[in-house]
């Protein structure tokens, strides 16, 4: 009998200092470098701005911890983030077939 083999995907995150700001933003990795349009709402996912570090889900959590300003686009992302009661649904943007969520926490 053979174990099964659990893969877990990956979140890209960087953390960015703007002034008195730290802003995190973060990404399902396997929509980096990706553009997403729908209602006359164009993101692109780049490299610059979310290609930080492949990160477990776990330590995104940890990361949101240190931060005032969250950018984060993906499905996994942003609802792992409204599991953990970082983002509320009502605030969720669908940008294509991606979500999207802010936060500033005051």
């Known amino acids: 009998m053979t174990a099964a083999i659990k893969v877990h995907k990956m979140i890209r995150c960087k953390i960015h200092t703007h002034e008195k700001d730290r802003i995190l933003a973060a990404c399902d990795e396997e929509i980096l470098g990706m553009t997403f349009r729908g209602d006359g709402v164009k993101i692109k996912v780049s490299e610059i701005f979310y290609g930080g570090e492949s990160v477990t889900e776990e330590v995104f959590i940890e990361r949101t911890k240190s931060v005032t300003i969250m950018n984060l686009v993906g499905n996994r992302v942003v609802d ?12 969720v943007m669908i940008i294509g077939e991606v979500k999207h969520a802010q936060v500033v926490i005051m």
């Open 80 to 91: 792992k983030a409204i599991k953990e009661g970082l983002v509320s649904e009502q605030s």
